[in-house]
């Protein structure tokens, strides 16, 4: 697991039991750069989408992951969180001191990991909100690849075993241009993950 700390991947290894149960197909790994800044943006229908794009990118890279501050209030969870690398943001209040950190985690050649819809689909078509385009915006140099996650809102269903699919692949439309309106940046990138991974709820939900 190239650069990444001893929490990382002990929270990886912990994991990774229930990723085979769910039996966790992963493509398009070797599309993520070795090193050097990586911006990857992905779809969210489940609690288990960052542990299972972790897992699935774990012998290429640690992912960073903007993730909502309140987990940091969950007891014994701060440490864990801080020791990973996570980077906290509040949710919907368009957290200027995340986006300011991860920009700096950017620069530094870290992996960070973004949900441009910014909370669980639930199931309902969302529109991209525009950090993952300020990100990718001000920092020029880093790549930007796509993550497509489906089969995460099964694990809901147990014992009901799942099929995941964490498919990783560089966007169709191209890197970033320089001219490109940060909003119409991260809607053309969700637009390609959602083609692949359309929104989708619990399967609890699905069958109650």
């Not at 200027?96 to 992996?111: H, K």
């Not at 973004?114 to 990718?136: D, I, Q, Y």
């Not at 147990?158 to 692949?169: A, E, G, S, T």
């Amino acid at each position: 697991m190239p650069d990444s700390t001893r929490t990382y991947r002990i929270a990886m290894a912990l994991n990774l039991p229930v990723a085979r149960w769910a039996r966790l197909e992963a493509s398009g790994v070797e599309t993520l750069p070795a090193s050097g800044p990586l911006l990857l943006v992905g779809n969210h229908d489940s609690h288990w989408d960052p542990v299972m794009i972790g897992i699935a990118a774990r012998r290429r890279r640690m992912i960073r992951a903007l993730a909502k501050s309140t987990l940091w209030d969950v007891r014994g969870l701060a440490p864990i969180l801080d020791g990973m690398g996570q980077i906290p943001i509040v949710r919907g209040a368009g957290d200027a001191q995340a986006l300011a950190n991860a920009v700096e985690a950017l620069r530094d050649g870290a992996c960070v990991g973004v949900f441009p819809e910014g909370t669980r689909s639930r199931g309902k078509v969302m529109r991209a909100r525009s950090g993952v385009g300020r990100l990718a915006l001000e920092v020029p140099e880093a790549h930007v690849a796509c993550v497509a996650v489906t089969g995460t809102a099964d694990l809901t269903g147990f014992p009901r075993r799942p099929d995941i699919k964490v498919r990783f692949f560089d966007p169709s439309g191209g890197q970033p241009r320089p001219d490109e309106d940060p909003g119409e940046l991260a809607a053309r990138l969700l637009a390609e993950i959602r083609a692949i991974a359309p929104p989708v709820i619990s399967y609890r939900k699905r069958t109650s």
